[in-house]
């Protein structure tokens, strides 16, 4: 009994010593350790050089929360893209406007819904009466390219020819319609809608109505005749009676004035609208089809002698050919809609609230370059004058006549 008691004592014993020895390691020691002398370890200082301007760069020391000094350096300014720049707008006549078109001077010339009068708007800005006399309740006004003198017609279907300058009036026949003057201004083309299909007739006549020549007989497809005379004279309308293509496809037949064998056009769409270059040779036209979601698309095409149906393409703008207007041989300016929905070749009504943007092309690049105005309109139609330095047009949405700058 005594032998194990003593056993256990000695045990005892060593589990106290090594307890001892931990409690030492654990607490004595680490403070004997922390206050031991450490080595010292020298870090080469960096240096950054002042940016005074005109002394040599000094040393200085390198702190962790500050940067060099820059007094004296001009921060760099911030590039900006450059932008193109805003074409201001002038409303150059207040009130309702019909039938405004260029003269062979290049001053604008229209109709006063308002008062009923005519007049030109003068290289000044002031606005002139072409004649005291007042036509009422116009609804469509044709002018001649070289002279003051127009074709109006009325909603009762009476036509009249007025020449500003010598005041002269004479009736038309109440079935003539679509008048078309020649690039002299010394014919008109019309159609001539009998009552019967057999006396409608593709015609021309001097401006007063004599010396009437029946040109083409148009029977039951009058209403796919459009009467527009090319600048050249070859041309005096287009026909979309050619051969049955399918639902997108048309050909369209031109027509002279001495029954000649002209080559035709093949249009890739229906609802064929066209405008002539200034001479005659080119022919800008819009259509739709189902690959357009029926929306307009532009299109250029040759449209002279042997060259007719060659060089065709395509312009990539939805936008119709009567929005568009010519400057030069190969410059046009078109208004293109911005918000354009399926289907508004079929109903261009809903394109009347959409505001357009006003785009120069190059038509044998296809190059495009924005107009930009300072406001937003919505083009009814638009043309050049002032010898291509300004752009007049006419808005759907509010009254008067418009000009910008070119």
Same mark, same amino acid.
């Given at each position: 009994?005594?032998?194990?008691?003593?056993?256990?004592?000695?045990?005892?014993?060593?589990?106290?010593?090594?307890?001892?020895? *931990?409690?030492?390691?654990?607490?004595?020691?680490?403070?004997?350790? $922390?206050? &031991?002398?450490?080595?010292?370890?020298?870090?080469?200082?960096? /240096?950054?050089?002042?940016?005074?301007?005109?002394? &040599?760069?000094?040393?200085?020391? #390198?702190?962790?929360?500050?940067?060099?000094?820059?007094?004296?350096?001009?921060?760099?300014?911030?590039?900006?893209?450059?932008? $193109?720049?805003?074409?201001?707008?002038?409303? #150059?006549?207040?009130?309702?406007?019909?039938?405004?078109?260029?003269?062979?001077?290049?001053?604008?010339?229209?109709?006063?819904?308002?008062?009923?009068?005519?007049?030109?708007?003068?290289?000044?800005?002031?606005?002139?009466?072409?004649?005291?006399?007042?036509?009422?309740?116009?609804?469509?006004?044709?002018?001649?390219?070289? =002279?003051?003198?127009?074709?109006?017609?009325?909603?009762?279907?009476?036509?009249?020819?007025?020449?500003?300058? +010598?005041?002269?009036?004479?009736?038309?026949?109440?079935?003539?319609?679509?008048?078309?003057?020649?690039? *002299?201004?010394?014919?008109?083309?019309?159609?001539?809608? @009998?009552?019967?299909?057999?006396?409608?007739?593709?015609? !021309?006549?001097?401006? &007063?109505?004599?010396?009437?020549?029946?040109?083409?007989?148009?029977?039951?497809?009058?209403?796919?005749?459009?009467?527009?005379?090319?600048?050249?004279? &070859?041309?005096?309308?287009?026909?979309?009676? @050619?051969?049955?293509?399918? #639902?997108?496809?048309?050909?369209?037949?031109?027509?002279?004035?001495?029954?000649?064998?002209?080559?035709?056009?093949?249009?890739?769409?229906?609802?064929?609208?066209?405008?002539?270059?200034?001479?005659?040779?080119?022919?800008?036209?819009?259509?739709?089809?189902?690959?357009?979601?029926?929306?307009? /698309?532009?299109?250029?095409?040759? #449209?002279? @002698?042997?060259?007719? @149906?060659?060089?065709? =393409?395509?312009? %990539? *703008?939805?936008?119709?050919?009567?929005?568009?207007?010519? $400057? +030069?041989?190969?410059?046009?300016?078109? $208004?293109?809609?911005?918000?354009?929905?399926?289907?508004?070749?079929?109903?261009?009504?809903?394109?009347? %609230?959409?505001?357009?943007?006003?785009?120069?092309?190059?038509?044998?690049?296809? *190059?495009?370059?924005?107009?930009?105005?300072? /406001?937003?309109? !919505?083009?009814?139609?638009?043309?050049?004058?002032?010898?291509?330095?300004?752009?007049?047009?006419?808005?759907?949405?509010? %009254?008067?006549?418009?000009?910008?700058?070119?």
């Amino acid at each position: 009994m005594d032998k194990k008691r003593i056993i256990f004592i000695g045990i005892f014993l060593v589990v106290c010593v090594l307890l001892g020895y *931990l409690l030492y390691r654990v607490f004595f020691a680490k403070e004997k350790l $922390a206050v &031991q002398p450490t080595t010292k370890i020298t870090t080469p200082t960096a /240096e950054f050089p002042t940016a005074e301007v005109g002394g &040599q760069p000094t040393a200085v020391p #390198a702190q962790p929360s500050k940067l060099p000094s820059a007094t004296g350096v001009t921060k760099p300014s911030t590039i900006k893209p450059k932008q $193109a720049p805003s074409y201001p707008i002038t409303k #150059a006549v207040d009130t309702s406007v019909l039938g405004t078109q260029i003269d062979k001077t290049g001053l604008a010339r229209f109709y006063n819904q308002t008062d009923g009068k005519f007049y030109r708007l003068g290289k000044d800005g002031q606005v002139r009466a072409l004649s005291d006399n007042v036509f009422y309740n116009v609804q469509q006004v044709t002018w001649s390219p070289t =002279k003051d003198e127009s074709i109006i017609e009325y909603p009762d279907g009476s036509n009249i020819y007025y020449n500003f300058e +010598t005041k002269k009036q004479v009736s038309l026949p109440k079935h003539w319609e679509d008048f078309s003057f020649s690039s *002299l201004g010394d014919k008109i083309a019309a159609k001539s809608m @009998g009552l019967s299909p057999e006396n409608r007739w593709l015609i !021309t006549a001097d401006p &007063q109505g004599k010396s009437i020549s029946l040109i083409e007989p148009m029977g039951e497809n009058a209403g796919q005749v459009t009467v527009d005379w090319s600048p050249n004279k &070859q041309i005096v309308a287009m026909s979309r009676t @050619g051969e049955a293509l399918g #639902a997108d496809r048309e050909e369209v037949l031109f027509v002279g004035l001495n029954k000649e064998n002209f080559k035709s056009t093949i249009v890739e769409g229906r609802g064929f609208e066209s405008a002539w270059s200034p001479d005659g040779k080119k022919l800008l036209y819009s259509v739709y089809s189902t690959r357009s979601d029926f929306k307009p /698309e532009l299109w250029i095409v040759n #449209a002279e @002698g042997n060259n007719i @149906g060659t060089g065709r =393409k395509m312009l %990539n *703008l939805n936008t119709w050919s009567k929005k568009c207007t010519f $400057a +030069t041989e190969r410059f046009i300016y078109c $208004a293109v809609p911005k918000n354009l929905p399926v289907g508004a070749a079929f109903a261009p009504t809903l394109a009347d %609230n959409s505001t357009d943007q006003i785009f120069k092309i190059d038509i044998e690049t296809g *190059l495009k370059n924005e107009i930009k105005p300072e /406001e937003e309109h !919505t083009i009814d139609s638009l043309f050049v004058g002032d010898n291509g330095k300004t752009l007049y047009f006419t808005d759907k949405n509010s %009254n008067g006549l418009f000009s910008l700058p070119l």
